[in-house]
Structures are given as structure tokens and as C-alpha cells.
């Protein structure tokens, strides 16, 4: 682009947004129209405006929200098609008449009848042909294609990050992040597949890093810390952790295990990937897409002990640690990242839609 675009991002911030923000940043005047309740980092320009959470859904504040949009932008990046914020958003872009983008991640309907009649009115009347959905993950862009028009598959970038240098041991150090108030961030599940596998391979040491956000307790975070309290093996936790203090977390780590369902899109394997770290994540995951199943990583079924186990057990060999495939599956995890999750990559898929 010959002059800088003004783009404005309309979202509740996101550590996964991150990379994108910052890619884009490079090339266009990039705003971001914070709706929810996460601290933007000081380095992106931003406006907050107030919102209510219904149910899980934000709801903008409806004066601040056009106040904001008809201020002169040459695009507008909207996340998801079916939520109300970005309803509201798309009915303001078109009054505006200024073109928007949709980022969409897994795309889920609700159950609910009176949404089954609304949608495709809403639809109908808010979303041009012409408009631009690009999807993160694969699954979203599939959902996309049979319903919208112009839907492109873009995965999120990620920079080039530090390599894990790996040390060879009887230890076994593994991270998992995911909020400890949260059912579906299946803790539990992991923490019993490690104690299986260290009564079978007592000479092996599993230590598991669990770091994730803590905003309120509840009886979920309760019986997590009670199933830590009785394991069998060390586990430290690692409550709110600033995103850039993760790296040392990453770092210290040999294998990232995501082992949560009903995840949209997680993140957090792409940056362990990028740091030459293998993972391990579940199939109702909407980034497994990101993962070569055996080359760089493992995918194992939703929810299942057996599943889970064998695949952290697919890094053990004659009751030893297996550091020669750690090694090689990391390797094959920052290669992958280099070619296909770069800012340069993600940008040259990017930018022709804003044309």
C-alpha cells in the first residue's frame, strides 16, 4: 500500500490477537476498539468503551460504539458473524458506508429458535456478498464457505521467538496454560494422565507447569487445586502471568499439552510451536489445524484419559525419555511456524483484502 490505511479493530482484547496487531501495525494506522475488560499493551493504539457481559456476550455501549466508527477509517475489522456486538458494528459500518473485514474462528450457532430466525435475516441484511470473511482456523473457513460469501483461510501470525534448547534428563518438564476457574480448561484430565504415567515410569520425573488467568473461584478451580494438592506428581502454578513474562515459562518447558475442549481457537500451542516446543492438544480444538499429527505434535481424542496418556507416552521409549523426538518434532514445529505463521506470510494473505 502506497499511504498508510486507518484500520479499526472492534474486539475485547486478546493475547491471540497480539501478532496481528502488531503485523498489521507495520504497514496500517491500526486502532483497536476494546470492548471488553483486558489491559491493552501500551505499544497498540487504543479506545476502550463500556460494555455489558449477557450470558457470556458482550453488549457495547451503543453512543461510544458509533461515535467511534464513523470517525474516519478506511476499513473496520469485526471478530465473529453471529454475536451482538458486531451485529451493532456491521449496522454502523453501513450506515457509515465503510467497508469491514470478519475474523472468524470456529463458527457456532446457537441452539436457541428465536436466534435459528433471526440469523439469517440479520445476516441477509448486514453482510454484503461482497464483504471479506477470512478464518483463522480451518474449521471456521470450511463452516464459512457454505454459508458466506468470499471466505479466505488466514492463520495467525506469530514472530520468530527464542529456541528452546533441550537438556537431556530423567525429568520431564511439561506446560499447560488455561484459566483454573474454567471446566472445559480439563486440568483434571491432565493431571490424571500424568499420575497414571509416572506409576508406570517411576524413574521418570513428570513436573507440570499449569499458568493461567484467576479472576474469581469457584467449585471447579476448587477441585483442580484440590486434585493438585494430591498428586503424584510436582506441579507449580503460575496464576496471572503477564504475557511477556511467558517466555521464560516456554522456555523451561520440553512439551506444551492444550488438553481442553469446546477451545475456539487457542493460541498458546502456536507460540510454544514457535519456540521449537511439541504439542499436544485435543481434537475438538479449532487450532489442531495448526498441528501436523506425528511430525510436530500430537492430537489426541476430546476428553479421552487413553488418548491423552498415549500420546505424552509417544515421547517415552525403552521407560526413557525420548529427547532425540522431542528435539525433532520441535524442530518441525519452528519450521513450520517460520513458513506458514510469519508476519510477512500473514500479511501477504491480508492485504489483498483491503483492496
Known sequence: MNSKKKILFIQNYHPNVYHTLKSLSKVADVTL?????????????????????????????????????KKNYDFVVLKEINVPSTFLAMFFCKLKGLKFIVNVQKIKH????????????????????RTMIYASVKEGYITGKKELKNVHYIPCPIESSKTKSFKTSSTLNILCIGKFNE???????????????????????????????LS???????????????????IKIHKNVAHKDMEK?????????????????SYSNLEAMSYGIPVILSSDNGTKCYTSHGKDGFIFKKDSLESLSNSIESFIS???????????FGKNAKTKVLKEHSPETFLKRFLPLLR
Do not use: C, T
Open 110 to 129: 446457537l441452539k436457541n429458535p428465536l436466534y435459528q430466525l433471526a440469523y439469517p435475516i440479520v445476516k441477509f441484511l448486514l453482510i454484503p456478498k
Open 318 to 328: 525403552g521407560g526413557k525419555i525420548n529427547f532425540k523426538k522431542l528435539i525433532f
Open 249 to 265: 515459562l516456554f522456555l523451561k518447558s520440553d512439551l506444551y499439552i492444550v488438553p481442553s475442549n469446546n477451545e475456539p481457537a
Open 33 to 69: 476498539l476494546s470492548i471488553g475488560q483486558r489491559k491493552v499493551p501500551a505499544e497498540f493504539k487504543s479506545i476502550k468503551i463500556k460494555s455489558r457481559i449477557i450470558n457470556s456476550l458482550f453488549f457495547p455501549n451503543i453512543f461510544q460504539l458509533w461515535k467511534n466508527i
Open 183 to 213: 471446566k472445559r480448561k480439563n486440568h483434571i484430565l491432565l493431571i490424571e494422565a500424568l499420575n497414571q504415567l509416572q506409576e508406570k515410569y517411576p524413574k521418570i520425573k513428570f513436573n507440570l507447569s499449569i499458568a493461567g488467568a
Open 216 to 234: 474469581y473461584k469457584n467449585a471447579y478451580y476448587d477441585a483442580v487445586m484440590k486434585k493438585i494438592n494430591s498428586a503424584k506428581i510436582d
